[in-house]
């Protein structure tokens, strides 16, 4: 069991940026369900409160400065067929209250719908689950690129600082595996693995910690047509897969590793994180 040690002072309010970014924008929109109004390349905003009634300038296309999230270890204790689930908890289970919310989106600051992000992480006391699947789960971003995962600060594992492991793919592309990090950790400063670009928005409420990460993939620019049915062979469409289930496509053989719901684009060729060939 790792050593016990308190992390700094998490603030109660997050930062506020001087400049509205588009990314911004578009979270403030799926938060009401709205759909921002596209123009030029740039997001419509609402109209002032002046009593001109002018319009404000659409934003640019994407300056936030925003480079793919960088990629880190997976380390040892990744396993695969994690369950389909948001929330890592019960009532009962021991540990900080923590709630992980965010976007997925490309580059252009695109929100990247259906997007799979799989977590895993320590326990309170740091341990690791390598027989079931505690603090274990994956989950599709929404229409709007959003995710949300319920879960407890992870306890500190032996020479690491605390952190989150998760791995990403939006549809057809390749997966990409990171970590997240809680800012004010003692141990983020001798952390040889550690990366300040991976640290989270962390803040309290109450008893519990509530955190955010904009996730960033190299994913396509602009809209995309991707085929509307596979060319061949049994996988389709709109059904649920389990874990264990097999299915042709073409001519080849594929093994379900994670349950979903297969959507055009994931075709099992394209989603190594999902099918398994042979």
Sequence with gaps: ?????????????????????????????????????????????????????????ATPSCHDGDEPTIEQIEGPYFKPDSPLRTSLVTNSTPGTRLTVTGYV???????????????????DNGNY???????????????????????????????????????????????????????????????????????????QVGPARAAAFDFVLDAPQGPTTPPTTPPSGTWAAGTSYHAGDVVTYGASTYRCLQAHTAITGWEPPNVPALWQRG
């Design 1 to 57: 069991m790792p050593a016990s040690e308190e992390p700094l002072d998490v603030p109660t309010e997050s930062a506020t940026s001087p400049r509205v970014s588009r990314k911004a924008v578009l979270r403030a929109a799926a938060a009401l369900g709205a759909t921002p109004l596209l123009a030029r390349g740039g997001v419509a905003l609402a109209r002032d409160r002046t009593t001109k009634a002018r319009f404000l300038e």
């Design 105 to 123: 989106f490309s580059r252009a600051c695109q929100p990247i719908a259906g997007a799979l992000l799989d977590f895993w992480q320590a326990d």
């Design 129 to 203: 689950d390598n027989v079931g699947f505690g603090f274990r789960g994956h989950q599709f971003s929404t229409p709007q690129g959003a995710f949300t995962l319920t879960t407890i600060v992870p306890g500190l594992y032996p020479g690491r600082t605390r952190h989150l492991h998760v791995k990403l793919q939006s549809p057809g592309q390749p997966v990409i595996t990171t970590q997240l990090y809680f800012p004010g950790e003692p141990r983020n400063s001798t952390d040889t693995i550690f990366d300040a670009r991976l640290l989270m928005d962390v803040r």
